[in-house]
């Protein structure tokens, strides 16, 4: 068995890595949104400020324990073309499908009650988000049983 400085410092490592994917989603709903009429980017507006509010709770999170948490890098990868609305909706799901992996290893390593709280309530609230993205990007399977495991 691990001691807790061992199992704190794997914890804040895995906080770290659901930061950078809460900081990717940011910056790619930025992506997703101007790949979509006005008319269509209520749900991109929610959800990048849904990533944003987990992503100052997690810097906060980091801070308060000592940590320096890392910004965003200036830009980011696409994984692929974003050039029609199914393209954006796609690009989503990645966004989506990326935070929970991020939060799976939270889970995993999640020493704190409160912290693993925090991840299933991202998972949660990221797989409500990618259900309505899968649906507009035409993927017929649309939910997932297990968020950040389960392969599409």
């Known amino acids: 068995m691990a001691d807790e400085s ?18 990717a989603a940011v910056w790619g709903y930025g992506v ?33 324990r000592g940590e320096d948490p890392a910004g965003p890098e200036g830009g980011y990868a696409l994984p ?10 796609a690009l989503a799901v990645t966004l989506e499908d990326g935070a929970a992996s991020a939060w799976v290893r939270v ?11 925090l991840a299933m309530a991202a998972l949660g609230a990221g797989e409500v988000r990618a259900v309505s993205w899968r649906t507009a990007a035409g993927q017929t399977s649309t939910t997932r049983a297990l968020p950040g495991l389960s392969a599409p």
């Open 6 to 23: 061992t199992e704190t410092t794997e914890e804040n490592g895995a906080l770290a890595d659901a930061l950078a994917a809460e900081h």
């Open 32 to 64: 997703v949104g101007a790949a979509l009429p006005s008319g269509q980017r209520a749900p991109v507006a929610a959800a990048e400020n849904a990533h944003r509010d987990v992503r100052d709770q997690l810097a906060a999170l980091l801070t308060e």
């Open 80 to 89: 692929f073309p974003v050039l029609s609305a199914v393209d954006a909706a």
């Open 107 to 117: 889970l995993a390593r999640g020493v704190d009650r409160p912290v693993r709280e």
